[in-house]
């Protein structure tokens, strides 16, 4: 598709909006939403001079965040393309030989920043200032849906947990749900409770909340388990499609050789026995309490 549209002045992409107000490209494939390697090939048709050492820096951040340097400072991040910028040249000049591109969280992004990157610095702090660039500077949000929240309602707590408040170094709201749920379960630990109704199985075993909440400290609670429910809190996901996506964590885990707990194993003949929803719901519970804390 690119191939097809290279020549072009000018490229368009209608966009429509979903029942949330959330924008979407209609054209499959090649758009600004789609994956890295597609997002990499696209730069504006119509340039931006870099005229002085903030606009520099805004090319910089973007490629720091490019490769997965986004949890330190603004400047912490300028600092690592300084540090980096002989690799960079190097991937520019040769992304076949020099493939150190390709260990970025998003590297085709990374490597297109290089090529531009290439053409605006001369290295040892000099830059070309007046070179036109057209790659786009993506800015992020923090859980857009939160951030709304918390700027609607002054929530100084929300507010400093999705970066509506100046930091040096940016918050992680899925981070700190985590540490939350990760300390909840320490205090579940000596909860003798049973979980949820009894199992219609009588072979089944019905779980207390503290073998449960030991489960999970042994399988271990990360940003990543957590990230989906906080995203999706806002637009009216709830416990049971936390749950669904909690398993799906466990499962992505599992396929990249993560060990669960034994309890966790499907020992049924039963096809629609489903050994991980009594853990992913229980967690479901905790994570939404914790959001709310």
């Not at 297109?112 to 500077?137: D, L, M, Q, T």
């Not at 700190?176 to 009588?202: C, H, W, Y």
């Not at 449960?212 to 388990?225: E, I, M, P, S």
Request: proline share 5%.
């Amino acid at each position: 598709i690119a191939k097809v549209f290279q020549e072009e002045k000018y490229l368009y992409f209608p966009h429509q909006l979903d029942f949330r107000g959330r924008i979407y490209a209609v054209p499959m494939f090649l758009h600004p939403q789609y994956a890295d390697y597609a997002r990499s090939l696209l730069h504006f048709a119509e340039g931006k001079a870099i005229k002085n050492n903030d606009d520099a820096c805004w090319l910089a951040i973007h490629g720091a965040n490019s490769f997965g340097e986004d949890k330190c400072s603004l400047d912490d991040r300028t600092q690592w393309i300084s540090d980096n910028e002989e690799m960079i040249f190097k991937c520019a000049e040769n992304p076949h030989m020099n493939t150190e591109w390709s260990q970025a969280d998003k590297p085709y992004q990374f490597l297109a920043f290089c090529f531009e990157w290439r053409e605006f610095s001369k290295g040892n702090g000099e830059y070309n200032f007046g070179y036109k660039s057209h790659i786009p500077v993506l800015v992020d949000g923090s859980c857009n849906g939160l951030q709304h929240f918390s700027a609607m309602l002054k929530d100084e707590i929300g507010g400093a947990a999705v970066n509506l408040t100046p930091k040096d170094t940016p918050a992680d709201i899925y981070g700190d749900v985590a540490d939350i749920v990760i300390q909840r379960l320490k205090e579940m630990l000596n909860d003798t409770s049973k979980f949820g109704k009894p199992p219609k199985d009588p072979t089944r075993k019905q779980f207390t909340v503290a073998e449960l909440a030991q489960h999970w400290l042994q399988f271990g609670v990360d940003r990543k388990t957590c990230k989906r429910p906080v995203m999706t809190l806002p637009y009216g996901s709830r416990r049971f499609s936390h749950r669904k996506y909690i398993q799906a964590s466990i499962m992505e885990r599992k396929n990249k050789g993560a060990e669960l707990p034994e309890d966790w194993k499907d020992k049924s003949l039963n096809p629609k026995y489903n050994a991980l929803y009594v853990p992913s719901f229980f967690l479901a519970n905790v994570t939404l309490g914790a959001i709310h804390q």
